[in-house]
């Protein structure tokens, strides 16, 4: 089902409209993040701090902010310290070892009655079951992110075990913010959580990735792609359920008939996706079209990710499953459309013909003509006065203004017991 471009704004209607900061009593949270995902949980810090919310933010060495550091309010706990992947094994198993340590010497005597869980640690069915308990031993109100209510079942790893702590986690948690409707359900009606312990908030805007004044000319010309080619763009990690198949099948039954297309096949590969991702360049090697697939299998820091974006004309999400799309609001972000498989979320956040448009899952023929769709529309004819609109879309759609807001609303209604 798609959205109507007005109801979606309606949605969020007035959600700049809050009381003044001075009126605000000030509350105390802990955020715990994992260490990980320095888009979000910046972005919600920062949301958080101008609602009057003095945070422990529990990080790492990635998540470092000199900005969020000047306000006085950010406490700063570099508990994870270095993340880096190249270490040594038993470096990895002590530095883990030390983090959870120190987390639970913090939980024991922390200040914040309200401990904000962003994402898991290391060991998923030791933070889902013993360290929860721990945390409600302490007597601490405990809020929940599920970024992904079940990441098992999208990943082809769901088990009994997986289910069973994950339905522990959830009524552990005092409250659970997902990103969508359809997400509450899946808690409702899979894990039997209370309704009124949900609240769905939107998926904040990227903002630690630079917005320049880069022109699509400037970044097509920048990556050796001509002005005039039909640039599509996958980004993000490279994992089975993200679909990539679907789309180099769809690209070569394009580029057979059309020269002028072109495919950036650009981010890091899961470190289980090696013989997937393998697979995909086997198959990209052995097409006439290779010379036009610009492959980019690696880490992209936030300095370089913007050219990519502007250098594309289109943004390609062929997952098989989702629940929510951080590169979908990224994208967004700078006023790119999608194309997308009509899974999870994307029938929700897509508005057809406004900011892109669907097509069926895991059918390769379905996405070339869609895409074929998406370069013949009014859409792409006009793109350089629609990627304005779509920004726009994005500022009301998924405000980090909005989510401090509810979020903190959240914390009262904790801390008020």
Known sequence: MTRSWHAADDQHAGSGEIAELADMAEIEVALLTGGADRPYALGLAGALLSKGVRLDFVGSDDLESAALRADRRFNFLNLRGDRREDAGLAQKVSRVLAYYARLIGYAWSARPKVLHILWNNKFDLFDRTLLMLYYRLRGRKIALTAHNVNAGRRDATDSVLNRLTLRIQYRLADHIFVHTEAMKRELLEEFDIREPTVTVIPFGVNASVPNTDLTAEQAKRRLGVGADEKTI???????????????VDAFHRLAVADASYRLLIVGKPDRRSEKYCDELRRVIRGHVSRERVVQRFEFIPDHETEVYF?????????????????????????????????????????????????????????LARTIE?????????????????????????????????????VYEELLAG
Request: glycine fraction near 12%.
């Open 233 to 247: 763009l996958f980004f993000g990690h490279i994992e089975p359920y993200k679909g990539v198949e679907f789309l």
């Open 310 to 366: 502007k250098a594309a004309d289109v943004l390609a999400l062929p997952y098989t499953h989702v629940s929510q799309s951080g590169v979908l609001v990224l994208g967004y972000g700078f006023g790119l459309p999608a194309v997308a498989a009509d899974v999870g979320c994307f029938g929700e956040d897509i508005v057809v013909g406004r900011t892109g448009f669907l097509c069926r899952p895991r059918d390769a023929v379905s």
């Open 373 to 409: 769709r998406y370069f013949q529309s009014d859409l792409f004819r006009s793109l350089d006065r629609r990627r304005g609109e779509i920004r726009d879309y994005a500022r009301r759609r998924h405000s980090w203004d909005c989510v401090g807001r509810m979020t903190r609303a």
